[in-house]
């Protein structure tokens, strides 16, 4: 079965079936992305977690991604192949599986390139950062990082302030690692900032932490 049948299969017990029918093929890959990633987060949110049925909610995740990003891919859909790419790499970070984090990664940053889209490289690249970063590679994860301030500009304008607030909290981690303690405190204010006005109380409490820390 090609891809286009496989999430046509995947979508057949929808609760909208006449709606699903009445998409595009593209829609409809994302909408069992959608469904997939909302899976995972009621995995995620369900306690106490059984790792045997966690392992199977995330390759069931993993999956259906997987197809979904095949679609995108015939249908040359960059920016929905973008997302799925990102949400791939995430779910092989969540697995240890470092090396196919990357390659999901490094794929959605070419793809990203090819949409001429600012924002979609910048949040490509961050994520790349991240698994740079989780493997110890921490000058290219800085380069990564530093790309996407970049791209999304020195105030964030255009950029949806939590976006900014996410791009900043791993550099600031970074620059901790590689002791440089100064340029730490300057980026976790400025997340503390943003991480507030987008009313992340999670987010200002790490960043308040991590500057109580810092002296």
């Given at each position: 079965?090609?891809?286009?049948?496989?999430i046509?299969?995947i979508?057949?017990?929808?609760?909208?079936?006449?709606?699903?029918?009445?998409?595009?093929?593209?829609?409809?890959?994302?909408?069992?992305?959608?469904e997939?990633?909302?899976?995972?987060?009621?995995?995620?949110?369900?306690?106490?977690?059984?790792?045997?049925a966690?392992?199977?909610?995330?390759?069931?995740?993993?999956?259906?991604?997987?197809?979904?990003?095949?679609?995108?891919?015939?249908?040359?859909?960059?920016?929905?192949?973008?997302?799925?790419?990102g949400?791939?790499?995430?779910?092989?970070?969540?697995?240890?599986?470092?090396?196919?984090?990357?390659?999901?990664?490094?794929e959605?940053?070419?793809?990203?390139?090819?949409?001429?889209?600012?924002?979609?490289?910048?949040?490509?690249?961050?994520?790349l950062g991240?698994?740079?970063?989780e493997?110890?590679?921490?000058?290219?994860?800085?380069?990564?990082?530093?790309?996407?301030?970049?791209?999304?500009g020195?105030?964030?304008?255009?950029?949806?302030?939590?976006?900014?607030?996410?791009?900043l909290?791993?550099?600031?981690?970074?620059?901790?690692?590689?002791?440089?303690?100064?340029?730490?405190?300057?980026?976790?204010?400025?997340?503390?900032?943003?991480?507030?006005?987008?009313?992340?109380g999670?987010g200002?409490?790490?960043?308040?932490?991590?500057?109580?820390?810092?002296?």
């Amino acid at each position: 079965m090609d891809a286009i049948g496989i999430i046509d299969k995947i979508l057949v017990n929808d609760r909208h079936p006449t709606t699903m029918r009445a998409m595009s093929t593209v829609d409809r890959a994302v909408a069992s992305v959608g469904e997939a990633w909302a899976l995972r987060g009621e995995a995620l949110a369900a306690a106490p977690a059984d790792p045997e049925a966690s392992r199977a909610v995330a390759e069931r995740v993993r999956t259906r991604i997987g197809e979904a990003a095949a679609v995108f891919r015939e249908a040359g859909a960059h920016p929905e192949l973008v997302d799925a790419l990102g949400k791939l790499g995430h779910l092989e970070r969540d697995a240890g599986r470092q090396e196919a984090a990357r390659s999901c990664c490094e794929e959605a940053v070419a793809v990203a390139r090819d949409t001429g889209d600012p924002v979609v490289v910048a949040h490509a690249v961050r994520h790349l950062g991240d698994v740079h970063r989780e493997a110890g590679r921490l000058a290219p994860a800085e380069a990564c990082y530093e790309e996407a301030l970049a791209l999304y500009g020195p105030s964030g304008a255009g950029v949806a302030t939590l976006a900014h607030a996410n791009a900043l909290r791993p550099l600031a981690i970074l620059k901790e690692t590689r002791g440089r303690l100064g340029e730490a405190r300057a980026l976790w204010n400025r997340a503390r900032t943003l991480y507030r006005e987008a009313g992340i109380g999670a987010g200002v409490a790490e960043c308040a932490d991590r500057l109580r820390r810092l002296g």
